[in-house]
């Protein structure tokens, strides 16, 4: 079964960084892929980044473009999210999350719904 677990919350100042992690115990296929996604009170959850696990190929949404870096080690089975210039609007729970099956589609990839596995999620507060 896959488990994940995050790591990293924080309360940090506008313009500050956090970095977050993520424990995965899975099997990945090819073209597979985690995600990160956020939540905010009363808010639908939203993809922030995907990480392929074979290549590292990152992709972000246009929220966190240029600010956020998501990386993988694979010998560590983990996956982080580096979160440079905060601002208040990333306020939310964020989660790890993993697919049941590939990442091909990469649209796919950034919809919650495709995600069977998630993490506990951690709060993160930008004030």
């Known amino acids: 079964d896959v488990q994940l677990v995050e790591s990293g919350r924080g309360s940090v100042q506008a313009g500050g960084s956090l970095k977050l992690s993520c424990a995965a115990s899975?099997?990945?296929?090819?073209?597979?892929?985690l995600g990160w996604f956020r939540q905010a009170p009363g808010k639908e959850r939203e993809g922030v980044a995907i990480?392929?696990?074979?290549?590292?190929?990152?992709y972000y949404s246009d929220s966190v473009k240029g600010r956020f870096t998501i990386s993988r080690d694979n010998a560590k089975n983990s996956i982080y999210l580096q979160m440079d210039n905060l601002e208040p609007e990333d306020t939310a729970s964020y989660f790890c999350?993993?697919?049941?099956?590939?990442?091909?589609?990469?649209?796919?990839?950034?919809?919650?719904?495709?995600?069977?596995?998630w993490g506990q999620g951690t709060q993160v507060t930008v004030s």
């Open positions: 999350a993993a697919p049941g099956g590939s990442c091909r589609d990469r649209t796919l990839a950034f919809k919650a719904s495709y995600y069977n596995y």
């Open positions: 899975l099997n990945p296929t090819s073209d597979y892929c």
């Open positions: 990480v392929y696990v074979d290549d590292g190929r990152a």
